[in-house]
């Protein structure tokens, strides 16, 4: 996907202005479009997001200041300069107040209108090549579909890959939308069997009668209804592998068939004696805890530790907050692909927004979320408010304003916190060059401001070129 222009509005009523800042716009790079009225900016923001508007304080129908308004409501990420040939402090404190990057007073000095303009393309630029690290970077972090950075899933996918050439079972655990299908596959398709067939059925959305005609097939006349032979999920993943999701809902009587296809390798079709050999791996999944289920004589223990040979734990997202960032770029790019938009990614604080969330569908319900997003999003950043719309409403009341010091965050999600703080900023002072100004531009912070989160997290000294390699991924 190329990467379009930066958009400069530009929003006067004197036509000489227009065209004089649509040179310096299209000299800076900019893609520039011009409007006579504040009411057609606002009406063109809505289908076209601009990364620059510059704008008159006095333009007919809306004054400037409300087009600020406006604008900071469709696009809080849009950067904004007023205009005015009736300067006041009064006009300047409000245009600061509503975001406004800088306030000229005309007649224009065009020198520093053409600093400004190259100033801001710059940081466009750096910007958006952060994304593209980022996004990258998802692309190496990825296995079979899974995406890890840290260690608890790269172990997973070491596991996965000395596992896939010898395991015959495995158990799969997790809560729901951590991936277990995806383990699942993974397996397979790094195994000896990848060009085999791969069988999947979810154990919890069969209805008990018809468990063993799915699971095993059966024969013609077998019950009302069975007008010809039909071979089972067992059957059809011959040679291959056969997922079943939710084996924890299996029937007492359907495990003790499918424990006998796994210590012997045969099944019986419904109303059929004759037994039919197979050769198929089973990987079985859960969100249950199958040895309270064994203890409470839900699940056969002979079964069960059939299965659990091999136990492969996927840990919650909460768990993994680390890993949002790059999942969120895989999704944004997968989304961006399928929508056909010029997405590029996330602004800082919709990313804040999305590492803050309780994610209780995990990675699932993350994707839904970056899905219903992409769709919203009418620029090529996704910002704060299309994540707020995107993110499920909390089923309780919200805490209150002032809560006890013991409700306040652990220490493990501060230091979590930190150091997802502390990558982010690194990868800025990267795409910089190590300018700390430039940097704290691209993240929307004051110099102090970067200096002080400099010191706190101890990275006050330069960035080394070996570490500058680590974070790239070189």
């Not at 839900?298 to 530790?305: I, N, T």
């Not at 999305?354 to 899905?371: F, K, Q, S, T």
């Not at 930190?418 to 700390?436: D, F, P, S, Y």
Request: proline content about 5%; charged content about 30%; some cysteine.
């Amino acid at each position: 996907m190329t990467t379009s222009q930066p958009l400069l509005m530009v929003v006067d009523d004197e036509e000489p202005i227009l065209q004089v800042l649509e040179r310096f716009g299209t000299r800076a790079g900019f893609e520039v479009i011009g409007c006579s009225s504040g009411s057609e900016a606002i009406v063109l923001m809505r289908t076209r997001r601009a990364d620059l508007l510059m704008v008159d304080l006095r333009i007919p129908d809306v004054d400037g200041l409300d087009v600020l308004r406006a604008i900071r409501e469709i696009d809080p990420q849009c950067q904004a300069v007023l205009m005015t040939g009736y300067a006041t402090v009064d006009t300047a404190v409000e245009a600061i107040k509503l975001g406004a990057r800088d306030y000229l007073t005309k007649p224009l000095d065009f020198g520093r209108v053409e600093q400004l303009l190259g100033s801001i393309r710059e940081e466009t630029e750096r910007r958006r090549s952060v994304l593209s690290i980022e996004t990258d970077l998802a692309r190496r972090l990825e296995f079979q579909g899974l995406i890890g950075r840290g260690p608890v899933m790269q172990e997973l996918f070491s596991m996965i890959r000395r596992l896939a050439p010898h395991v015959r079972t495995a158990l799969v655990t997790g809560e729901t939308g951590t991936g277990k299908e995806l383990v699942a596959r993974a397996l397979h398709g790094t195994g000896p069997r990848r060009t085999q067939p791969f069988m999947a059925m979810n154990c919890s959305t069969v209805l008990e009668t018809l468990f063993e005609s799915e699971l095993f097939g059966h024969a013609r006349g077998a019950f009302t209804g069975a007008d010809e032979d039909k071979p089972g999920l067992f059957e059809q993943a011959d040679g291959g592998t056969i997922f079943l999701d939710e084996v924890g809902d299996l029937p007492i009587a359907a495990q003790a068939k499918l424990l006998r296809v796994l210590e012997f390798g045969e099944v019986h079709r419904a109303g059929s004696l004759e037994p039919r050999q197979v050769d198929v791996h089973v990987i079985a999944a859960t969100t249950r805890d199958l040895r309270t289920e064994v203890s409470g004589g839900r699940f056969r223990s002979d079964l069960y530790y059939r299965l659990n040979i091999v136990d492969l734990r996927l840990p919650p997202l909460r768990e993994r907050r680390e890993d949002i960032p790059y999942l969120t770029a895989a999704f944004v790019r997968a989304a961006a692909e399928r929508l056909r938009k010029p997405l590029l990614g996330l602004t800082p604080a919709a990313e804040r927004l999305l590492i803050a969330a309780p994610w209780e569908g995990n990675v699932r319900e993350l994707r839904n979320v970056i899905d219903r997003a992409c769709i919203l999003c009418e620029g090529e950043f996704i910002t704060e408010r299309e994540i707020g719309l995107s993110l499920p409403r909390p089923a309780v009341d919200p805490p209150p304003l002032f809560a006890p010091a013991a409700a306040g965050p652990s220490a493990a999600d501060l230091d979590l916190l930190a150091t997802i703080e502390r990558e982010h900023i690194q990868r800025a002072l990267v795409r910089a060059g190590g300018n700390k100004k430039a940097a704290a531009k691209m993240l929307g912070l004051s110099r102090r401001a970067l200096y002080r989160r400099l010191e706190r997290l101890n990275l006050a000294g330069t960035i080394s070129r070996r570490r500058e390699q680590d974070l790239i991924g070189a």
